[in-house]
């Protein structure tokens, strides 16, 4: 399927001041990362907090401004745009948070929210209130939630709500950030399938961003794993959850309550992941993740891995990740 969003070699720094008498340091918050988005379908991206995935995201929307690499939407190249082809973009992509409460105007009924989305379609449709009630439908909601206030709406409620206003505008691709990881299991259970649902009935793509691996395992396609800035490890659900290469990969699947079952046939032993992870201000030296690597060498102190085929065909960034087989022709 097509292409719809390409990021590449992605670098987002930002500027911190450190306060009277003390110089300001600059964070590399997102590191050359690069991946895309097929059309339809769902890329997560996991890691611990701080590893850049918001950024990510943000960045996406024009909330934080990229410091190098491109970003390109259905072909075109997203720091270009301007005027009526940013509008359009914008339109295109919409965001989804943890809190509703956040983006969700706590004096807005429910109605004027959707209603105030509507406004900036390009098609005004001919009764804006029916187009209320359809998208309250999409959502599983009664017409009768029109007329509430956030506060008089449970988590779960509020978040379909958020997920209603983002269809306002038709988008082709919905960035969701840890939007369910405030819901408790059974009501995450329920707007994870509401996702899927209107995934399948609208096309639409998904970059899921979420610290909890099962809920990845449900929702995506492909995964990436990303470490202080960096993606770490790039493949399709199966290759990360079934034979993950990256030792990092393979310690966030090892603290995953319920224990996934983890192919017998790779080599890697379990890993513990032990310690914080480094300020992002002075990222390691060598391979980032080398101060937490039980499996760490003297050449991961000095030179970082690049991201590679591994020979289970996922990418991976680790110096003893097994390399693809080269076949050589006879
Ligand atoms: Fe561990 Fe070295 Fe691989 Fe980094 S490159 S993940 S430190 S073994
Ligand atoms: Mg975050």
Same mark, same amino acid.
């Given at each position: ?36 988005? *097929?059309?339809?379908?769902? !890329?997560?991206?996991? @890691?611990? =907090?701080? /590893?850049?995935? #918001?950024?990510?995201? &943000?960045? +996406? ?69 029916? *187009?209320?009630?359809?998208? !309250?439908?999409?959502? @599983?909601? =009664?017409? /009768?939630?029109? #007329?509430?206030?956030? &506060?008089? +709406? ?177």
């Amino acid at each position: 399927s097509a292409v719809l969003l390409e990021v590449d070699d992605l670098e987002v720094t930002f500027r911190r001041s450190a306060g009277p008498g003390r110089k300001a340091a600059s964070v590399p918050a997102v590191r050359g990362v690069s991946f895309q988005l *097929e059309a339809g379908t769902t !890329l997560g991206i996991a @890691g611990e =907090s701080g /590893s850049g995935k #918001s950024t990510i995201a &943000r960045t +996406l929307m024009g909330i934080n401004k990229p410091s190098g690499g491109s970003m390109r939407l259905n072909g075109s190249d997203v720091g270009a745009l301007r005027g009526r082809e940013l509008a359009q973009y914008r339109q295109t992509m919409q965001m989804i948070f943890q809190d509703p409460y956040d983006s969700l105007d706590p004096r807005m009924k429910v109605s004027e929210t959707l209603l105030e989305a509507i406004k900036l379609r390009k098609d005004k449709p001919a009764s804006p209130l029916a *187009e209320v009630y359809q998208l !309250l439908d999409k959502v @599983g909601l =009664s017409k /009768s939630f029109a #007329s509430r206030r956030p &506060r008089e +709406l449970s988590g779960g409620q509020r978040q379909r709500v958020s997920i209603a206003r983002a269809l306002c505008v038709d988008p082709r691709l919905i960035l969701c950030d840890e939007a369910v990881s405030a819901l408790d299991v059974s009501v995450r259970a329920q707007v994870l399938n509401l996702l899927k649902d209107l995934q399948e009935d609208l096309g639409l793509a998904y970059l899921f961003i979420s610290h909890d691996l099962s809920t990845l395992r449900f929702m995506a396609d492909y995964v990436g794993i990303m470490y202080l800035g960096k993606i770490v490890e790039l493949g399709t659900r199966d290759e990360i959850f079934e034979r993950p290469q990256h030792p990092y990969t393979r310690a966030l699947l090892s603290a995953v309550p319920e224990p996934v079952v983890v192919d017998r046939t790779v080599r890697l032993p379990r890993v513990r992941l032990t310690g914080e992870p480094p300020s992002s201000t002075n990222p390691p030296t060598g391979c980032s993740f080398h101060p937490r690597c039980p499996l760490a060498q003297e050449v991961c102190r000095t030179t970082a891995p690049a991201l590679r085929m591994t020979s289970s065909g996922q990418l991976a960034a680790c110096h003893f990740a097994e390399p693809e087989q080269v076949v050589a022709e006879a």
